[in-house]
């Protein structure tokens, strides 16, 4: 199991630059996701060359065998963890709910400013996890897995993203903004590692491929 953000001065000029800033956060990224920071790329490729090739099985999957949400930390489940670690200027109620805030969605680039239009991507989704090893563990061990907040595995994305990523692969799926996807495939590769999960081969290759490019 696991090797376990100058006060200006009020002038015409002013005004005109202060209009133009609060444009800009209105139409660029104004929060980016804080997933942790994934290995490098050749330690990617280095783990990556260590895991396990083997066929998938997903026989028996159900996602409830993956318990979420937790309790993290005081009133704040994974989810609202996530949605609090991943937006900007995000204020919560006293259950940890956030009822407002900005989110930036880096697999496609879109802002949102609304919680219920975010779902938290399990990078390596469940099914994919259980199709790789995790159908042998305990409960409690996917439990740990599916609210894992210090490993780069979960992450505040756009909700409808999400549900076409669904439980594809990096040789099926990636992030249509291309400037991330090398971002993805350390994640990826690092959170197999970690829970020593195995790749099929058509996976492999596409890590192998997208890794060279980082």
């Known amino acids: 199991m696991p090797k376990f953000y100058a006060r200006r001065r009020l002038s015409i000029l002013g005004a005109l630059t202060a209009l133009i800033a609060s444009v800009a956060v209105l139409n660029g990224p104004t929060a980016s996701a804080a997933l942790p920071t994934p290995v490098s790329a050749a330690t990617a490729r280095t783990y990556l060359a260590s895991l396990t090739v083997a066929t998938e099985n997903r026989t028996g999957y159900a996602r409830d065998l993956f318990p979420t949400w937790i309790t993290i930390s005081g009133t704040c489940n994974t989810r609202e963890y996530i949605l609090k670690r991943d937006g900007s200027n995000v204020v919560t109620n006293s259950a940890c709910t956030a009822t407002s805030g900005s989110w930036y969605s880096p697999y496609d680039g879109a802002t949102w400013t609304a919680a219920s239009d975010l779902d938290i991507d399990h990078l390596v989704p469940l099914a994919e996890a259980w199709d790789s090893g995790a159908s042998a563990w305990t409960t409690a061990q996917r439990q740990a897995f599916a609210n894992d907040v210090t490993r780069p595995q979960l992450i505040a994305v756009t909700d409808n993203v999400n549900q076409s990523k669904s439980d594809q692969d990096p040789a099926e799926w990636m992030p249509s903004v291309t400037s991330y996807r090398c971002t993805y495939v ?23 491929n997208y890794l060279a490019n980082c």
Do not use: C, I
Not at 188 to 206: F, G, N, P, R
């Open 186 to 208: 350390r994640a990826w590769v690092q959170v197999k590692y970690y829970y020593d999960l195995s790749v099929d081969s058509a996976e492999k290759t596409a890590l192998t």
